[in-house]
């Protein structure tokens, strides 16, 4: 991480405003939260199909819809709330899409949404049941002797009583360069409060007979594969585990062994259907199977009120049996169940494409959905436990040295560039003020707000 980047996102709070995919890989999210949710509500086949709300449009739960938190009344299912979501933004201050392209946004996540079903299926899976979906926890972060690790912080306690996390300078009350304006006409005032991990759980399983249990996590990526394979050394999964250790047994989320994870990745790209040929007529097969020929010419297969006349032609064109045909030289990357869907609705033969399903399905469907299963085990969970301690004294230390700096040069001492921006691959949205600070370069992010407590008790320290 690079300090620098570090102080702009994290002390100066400044923020890219949402991107396309995020707004994607949120509403994926949210489909697979209500696939989930529905499992650990009913533990029964999920009968959604995006479109309708599951829960208060008259499946199988009793509900009315003014009392439906999920859709608000609208009736909506996930992957419309997407495409209202969209529309709305569209007809509003910031849209994001033309008409046109909220339409292909809202099939994308249809189609994503329709795969995901019959690749895994609507089934609960029979060894995993769904304990937890979205649900928010915390482990108090300990340092090396044991004792929850509470080191100094600068608030400031505002006018109202509430007391937030000091900025730039406002330890001091000295304005750092021209962006950081110290805008507080509070106290500063220090505490020892524990720092705690955080994290949002996508979803715990349990395992229905030995009672272990799971980290799910969802996402959505272009490219699921590198996701999967970079999770190897990425400890986003361990520190999960990690206070998922600290959490079960309490609260709504069953004690357990400890497993592991299961990540469930899926393509964000559109999925296309193969491409349908022009109509062609139809050859007449003689008993080797080969094309039978009339002299130099092909026979073709006629409509029943067809006739030919003695050269073998047709007296009208309009008598060929015509039929059409998928291409599959231009479908090599075509889910298997749009193939099969398009041959059904064009009214083909599914046994003259079944090796060509076939292949799809094993080279096709494997990258669009990836789900992989890992352990973090004792030893992982305690190298989390030492690392992320690690990062709260470097946080902890960053975040006084900004609050008491008088001066640029206490900045680029305590917050040097780091270019993690010029490795392979890097990039950093903070390059514009990065090289040159100033309004001009700021003005294409919003400023996020700073942690901020209402009740200004000093949260007490637990497990
Ligand atoms: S642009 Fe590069 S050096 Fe500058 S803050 Fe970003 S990562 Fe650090
Ligand atoms: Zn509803």
Redesign the pocket.
Known sequence: M???????ADIEGLRSPTKTYHRFGRAWHECLEEIHRWWMKHDLPYPGNGVDCVWCSGFQVAGTREACTTCEGSGRGPVMRYKYALRTARNGEYPVFEDDEVESEATRLQAAFDGWLRVYGRDPSARLKVVAVEVAAARVIRGPTGRPYCPETLLIREQDGDLRIAGTGEATGQQVGDNSPVTHTGEVISVRWPYYQISRFDCVYQHRTTGVLLLGEWKSSASPRTLVDGLNVDPQTDGYVWVLEAVRGHGFIPDGKIGGYLYDVTSSHAQHGPKVLKPQKVKVLGDDGEPEMNGSRYVYEMNDDGTLDEDGESNNDATFKMVSALSTAKSASVPSWLFQKAIVDNGLEPADYADHVTHLRQTVDPKIYIREYGTAGPQARKRYGEEIYATAVQFANSRRAAARATSTSDLNIAFP??????LPG??????G???QDGDDARASFERGTKQTWTNNQPPSAGT
């Open positions: 690079c300090p620098k980047r570090w102080w702009f560039r780091v270019p993690v921006c010029r890097g990039t950093c949205a903070f390059r003020p990065c090289m």
